[in-house]
């Protein structure tokens, strides 16, 4: 079983790498911004879906803990290496309602994330028909991780996603010196609490590449589990979260309304 566990950590740590050096081509290469950032956006969705397909088997084989731990580390290399990619539509919905970017770059932004998630299937079915961690196992032969029912689904995917961007845009205020680790800490926790009741994704490109095709769920119930409740999620922690900054940043609020 532990050469199963190594099989799975090389082959995630080859997605990695290989993301990484896609990456920095596309910087050298890529001028326009906005190309540049749907690359990005692409690579950055393909590497992190292919990636947790293999956490499944983690999973499956060696339970939530081993997952957990794991997952953790990619959160931190993500973190430190995707620079303003994100993989994640509604960061950009929230950058639309800051009014930073166009609601038409964010609906590109996220149906390249999207693609990316979808575009990885054929090379996850490869690496798995090597049997090198895993045995007759499909992309396109799965159960849902949704057990409650779509309306309960969809509160727990909203609430941790809601947690988790008030979580990290208050860290990211704060700045403290084990922010990035604090951030993956807790998001990593969230997930694990919120496994048994809908997977724990935070993520409607991942949650759609993982499991949209999967038994145990119909169409309707996975776009308004992983979609709406993790979108609602993320508009209501921007909605509130001018109230959490002034709580915890009194004085800098009140310059900010001065200006």
Not at 51 to 68: K, N, P, Q, R, S
Not at 227 to 252: D, E, K, N, R
């Amino acid at each position: 079983m532990a050469g199963s566990l190594i099989a799975s950590c090389l082959l995630i740590a080859a997605c990695c790498l290989f993301s990484q050096l896609v990456r920095v081509i596309i910087n050298k290469k890529v001028s326009t911004p906005l190309s540049k950032l749907l690359c990005l956006e692409f690579v950055a969705s393909a590497e992190l879906c292919a990636a947790c397909f293999e956490l499944i088997v983690v999973a499956d084989d060696y339970g939530i803990w081993m997952y957990a731990v794991i997952l953790f580390l990619l959160t931190l290399w993500w973190a430190t290496h995707w620079g303003d990619a994100s993989a994640c539509p509604y960061i950009h919905l929230e950058a639309y309602l800051d009014g930073s970017i166009s609601f038409s770059q964010a609906f590109l932004v996220s149906l390249a994330e999207t693609a990316g998630g979808l575009a990885i299937y054929r090379y996850v079915q490869y690496t798995w028909d090597l049997q090198l961690s895993v045995h007759n196992r499909s992309v396109w032969d799965c159960d849902a991780d949704l057990h409650v029912s779509a309306f309960h689904g969809a509160l727990v995917e909203g609430v941790a996603t809601f947690l988790c961007r008030i979580v990290s845009r208050t860290i990211a205020e704060l700045e403290p010196r084990f922010g990035t680790a604090l951030d993956a800490f807790i998001g990593t926790s969230l997930v694990v609490a919120a496994c048994d009741y809908s997977g724990g994704y935070f993520n409607p490109v991942l949650a759609t590449s993982l499991k949209l095709n999967c038994r145990g769920h119909t169409f309707a119930e996975h776009f308004i589990v992983y979609w709406i409740g993790s979108i609602a999620g993320s508009f209501l922690s921007w909605w509130t979260y001018p109230v959490v900054q002034g709580s915890l940043f009194p004085i800098q609020s009140m310059d900010k309304k001065h200006k």
